[in-house]
């Protein structure tokens, strides 16, 4: 028998960052060696996304519970993967995917499956000895993450004070993943003080960005962004350049009008397009996220085609790491990058293959965090498995962000001179 086989699979529901339930699940091998995954779940889920099991049974958890999906581990996939080999992620997946045999994984939940596949990944690394980005990723697994950090986090990660949901900041002056990270430390804190400045209460939402109170305009997060940069003695767009994430399928509406709320503000994607490419010229701004809604492909496009040149654009809910939504992308010139979630898509090697697709296309990937995380790390070894080149993981405060900023810390100083970081020149791919 290979000491590397599945002895064991135990499932339970544990809660994440917001109290929401999710899945865990642990994997122990024939040799005694153990894995364990723990999957995120998202606030703002993209229509397009793999389905999220949950047992909607309002009386308990506000419907959120998730013993279906455990359920399904115990029953359904357990049976089917005992003496299976832990090392063999490809077959194990493929096993998964079949079980379920859907498009979406409406069958088993791809929350149930992904955490069977991390925690197959995590106890392949530990049965062969060697860290989950190497067991992922190889002998040349070893470019740190320039990181994509939230500082002021709104729309449904704060009760929708602001449209926009995440005001963020790229260190693309840093010479090493952990300066660029004491850097982003010291704009938050001095973010902090502009904050108090202006009197403005001072909470953190979701992701550990501040709570955007009072506002009157969306642009407002970015002048405070802008100040918080300055007041920490960085010159903005140099040595720290915005990001964005807009979530704008949160305010689309099938009409195809962009409906700011909070400005009490109506656009069409013409006008709505004018006013993003306004704010591009004002502020830093090195990067965007779902500029445009996920159903508004031509939006999408003619976005690309004004500031597709000259910043990264990129796809969360309308690419939702599915190839073929990429592929379609890629084909029509929408974009230049794509957003990298494991539970958009519910299995180890589906997200590998969307990185590979990814990069073989010329674009760029950001592999991401949700808004409900835990402690796991398994998307920063993912990150660096693959060279993806960029991580973002929301703010860096509360521990389930913390978790995965100092695992790269960590792994930056196992890979000691053999790390490579590209800081800011990794925009250079795509900006021309
Ligand atoms: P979500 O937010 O996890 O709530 O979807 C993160 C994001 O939109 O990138
Ligand atoms: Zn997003």
Redesign the pocket.
């Known amino acids: 028998m290979n000491k590397f086989n599945i002895k064991e699979v135990k499932a339970r529901q544990v809660f994440d960052s917001r109290s929401v339930p999710t899945v865990e699940v642990e994997v122990v091998l024939e040799c005694g060696v153990y894995g364990r995954g723990t999957v ?7 229509k397009f996304e793999a389905l999220e099991l949950r047992d909607n049974d309002m009386k308990k958890l506000n419907g959120k519970s998730v013993y279906k999906a455990i359920e399904n581990i115990k029953q359904i996939i357990a049976p089917a993967i005992i003496g299976m080999d832990a090392t063999n992620q490809v077959a194990v997946d493929r096993k998964l995917i079949e079980l379920d045999g859907s498009e979406n994984k409406s069958n088993l939940g791809a929350n149930s499956i992904l955490a069977v596949s991390m925690a197959v990944a995590w106890a392949g690394a530990n049965a062969n000895k060697i860290p989950l980005y190497r067991h992922l990723g190889g002998a040349n697994a070893k470019v740190l993450p320039i990181p994509m950090i939230q500082i002021i986090g709104g729309g ?2 704060a009760n929708n004070t602001t449209d926009f ?2 005001y963020l900041v790229v260190p693309v002056g840093s010479k090493s993943f952990s300066e660029g990270y004491e850097m982003v430390v010291n704009v938050y804190n001095a973010t902090k003080k502009i904050f108090s400045k202006y009197k403005k209460p001072l909470a953190t939402a979701d992701e550990g960005g501040f709570w955007p109170t009072k506002f009157n305009t969306n642009e407002e997060g970015l002048k405070l962004l802008l100040e918080g940069i300055e007041e920490s003695g960085y010159e903005p767009g140099k040595d720290i350049a915005i990001a964005l ?1 807009i ?1 704008s399928s949160e305010f689309y509406e099938e009409d195809g009008m962009y409906r700011l709320s909070l400005e009490n503000r109506n656009m069409n994607r013409i006008e709505y397009v004018d006013y993003l490419c306004q704010l591009i010229e004002r502020y830093p701004i090195v990067s965007i ?2 500029a445009m809604a996920e159903t508004d492909w031509e939006g999408s496009k003619l976005l690309t085609e004004k500031v597709g040149s000259k910043i990264q654009l990129v796809g ?2 309308l690419f939702t790491t599915n190839i073929s939504r990429i592929q379609k992308g890629v084909k029509i010139g929408v974009n230049n990058s794509v ?1 990298i ?1 494991m539970n958009q898509i519910g299995t180890i090697t589906e997200t590998l293959d969307a990185i590979d697709f990814t990069k073989n296309a010329g674009y760029l990937p950001v592999v ?5 995380e835990t402690e796991d790390t398994t998307i920063v070894h993912l990150a660096i498995a693959t060279n993806a080149g960029q991580l ?1 993981v929301g703010s860096v405060a509360r521990s389930e962000r913390t978790a995965k900023w100092n695992e790269v810390i960590r792994i930056e100083e196992d890979l000691q001179d053999n790390g490579v970081y590209d800081g800011g020149n990794i925009f250079k791919r795509i900006i021309k």
Do not use: F, I, N, V
């Not at 995120?40 to 993209?46: E, K, L, M, R, V």
């Not at 991401?368 to 409900?372: H, L, T, Y």
């Open positions: 995120p779940s998202g606030a703002s889920t993209g449904a990660h949901q995440d994430d979530a996220e779902d969360d809910d957003l979630k991401s965090a949700r808004s409900g973002k």
